[in-house]
């Protein structure tokens, strides 16, 4: 099977020269775009998130011998998490590749974080199969590059940081409410505020809901570190 000249770039870009291309081509091709021929990525994201999990966990392990569990489990998170593998997939270029249907394609679907993050995925389950795990912990580990290096120790999920911090005082886990939900379909736009039992607060907005509760809290949290320095 010959590629596609996007799909030949792409295919320079991850760094690996596959075998069995038709793999690749299963990786970019979004359920919107499946026939009961031409099958979708969702299998191949599926395998591709052990993979990646494997990957991550044996690079940080190694990476920091003195870590306690405590100290990698944030860490690990912070790598493998959907914005992340979205974040890659944006610099891959992997959004120009996806096979969308035309109603994904209008929507904006070569943008969507849940897209890029599952296609990414898929790409690392492609080059497992084709090539075996050290080949696909190889491109991982090329393509998330200084990621796992500057990963933060404290690397926690900003809403898990700040229901830590109120529950250390006596205080109910955070709330969450959803202001406002604004923009078009395509690139919607979520307006959040948190709220702790004391009565401190931040808003935030972001392209997902999770993105703009997180955003919140890391706000509020921020703020409180410094009130209590």
Known sequence: MKLAAELKSLEERIGHRFARPELLVRAVTHSSFATPGRPSNERLEFLGDRVLGLSMAEALFRADRDAAEGQLAPRFNALVRKETCAEVARELGLGEALKLGRSEMLSGGRRKEALLADAMEAVIAAVYLDAGFEAARDVVL?????????????????????????????????????????????????????????????????????????????ALMARLEKTDG
């Open 142 to 218: 090329r393509l998330w590059g200084h990621r796992i290096t500057q990963v933060k120790s404290d690397a926690r999920d900003p809403k898990t940081s700040l229901q830590e911090w109120a529950q250390g005082r006596g205080q109910t886990p955070p709330r969450y409410d959803l202001d406002s939900r604004d923009g078009p379909d395509h690139q919607p736009v979520f307006t959040v505020t948190v709220w702790l039992q004391s009565g401190e607060s931040e808003t935030a907005q972001a392209g997902t809901k999770r993105q703009a509760e997180q955003a919140a809290a890391r």
